[in-house]
């Protein structure tokens, strides 16, 4: 059995990481809040604005369709992974490199993949590949729909170039606190709804509806990444919340098994000490 001494140390060093964890799981709760409220009231629009674009895609002439929406045959591939610039959340980060990972070697096997990394970790995972074409970790600093854009319009260029034949991001989406969805979405080319075509048929438009998809989709596409960044940023105190409640509640279970185990061996210290005193009184008394 350890000693006292190694085991007050132990206790007290529990106790600080005990102290550690719930302070992080409470400013993560906060964050979660503002993030949370950021999310459901950007959904709704986001859905609404993706919704009317691929409604409107799908009744314009193959001939008209956008530069976006130009099916090619797919061998360069660009993966937009998105993740945290911290740890310390769980299973957050790991689900995206393992589904970025998975797209790799088995979606994607026979073409060339690329990624993009939005969030330190998916850096740190990808970047030894030397296939990293840009670091966005820097977009959590001051997370705006402008910055956010900025990354899209690099996307939508790369995409126009030809540097690549498809584009998906793959993210966490905010569902609650405890539980976080992985999903891959296609950000380019853009697909149209099958079967939307008359869906808008008794509208006029002004102007032409193929001006109307030629300025809706670079804003659709922008405000996708943004929903997609959004969702990441408010699972990711979801996770963390989560994470640093469970490592709080087993710190606290730990520190009272040994509490329990100091204060038995400090009861067995003591029994000794008497039993010598009472050894010892009776061997002067004989």
């Known amino acids: 059995m350890a000693n006292l001494k190694e085991i007050r140390n132990r206790i007290s060093s529990v106790s600080s990481t005990m102290q550690i964890t719930s302070a992080m799981k409470m400013v ?4 979660l809040k503002k993030a949370q409220d950021a999310i459901t009231a950007m959904r ?3 859905d609404k604005l993706t919704e009317l674009l691929q409604s409107l895609s799908a009744t314009l002439d193959a001939d008209s369709g956008s530069k976006f929406s130009a099916q090619r045959e797919v061998k360069k591939v ?3 992974a998105i993740t945290s610039n911290r740890g310390l ?3 957050f980060n790991s689900n995206i490199i393992k589904e970025v990972n998975r797209l790799t070697s088995e979606t994607y096997a ?3 993949v690329s990624y993009l990394a939005v969030g330190k970790k998916a ?3 990808f970047k030894k590949t030397n296939r990293v074409v840009a670091n966005k970790s820097d ?3 001051d ?3 402008d910055n956010v854009a900025e990354i899209a319009e690099l996307l939508m260029d790369k995409f126009v170039a030809e540097e690549f034949d498809k584009i998906e991001i793959v993210y966490n989406k905010f569902k609650n606190a405890a539980t976080q969805i992985v999903l891959t979405e296609q950000f380019l080319p853009i697909v149209p709804v099958e079967g939307a075509a008359n869906v808008n048929a008794d509208y006029i438009f002004e102007p032409s509806k193929v001006e109307i998809v030629e300025q809706l989709i670079p804003k659709s596409l922008k405000t996708q990444l943004y929903k997609g960044i959004r969702d990441s940023f408010a699972s990711e105190h979801g996770a963390r919340m989560t994470a640093m409640h469970k490592a709080t509640d087993n710190a606290t279970e730990l520190r009272d098994q040994l509490k329990l185990t100091y204060n038995k061996a400090r009861q067995a210290a003591i029994t000794n000490e008497i039993l010598e005193i009472v050894g010892g009184a009776e061997a002067l008394n004989n």
């Open 123 to 125: 850096n740190d995972a």
């Open 89 to 91: 959340a769980g299973a």
């Open 110 to 112: 026979n073409q060339e």
């Open 28 to 31: 993560s709760a906060a964050k």
């Open 44 to 46: 709704p629009y986001a």
């Open 78 to 80: 660009l993966i937009v």
């Open 143 to 145: 997370l705006t729909f």
């Open 139 to 141: 977009v959590y600093d």
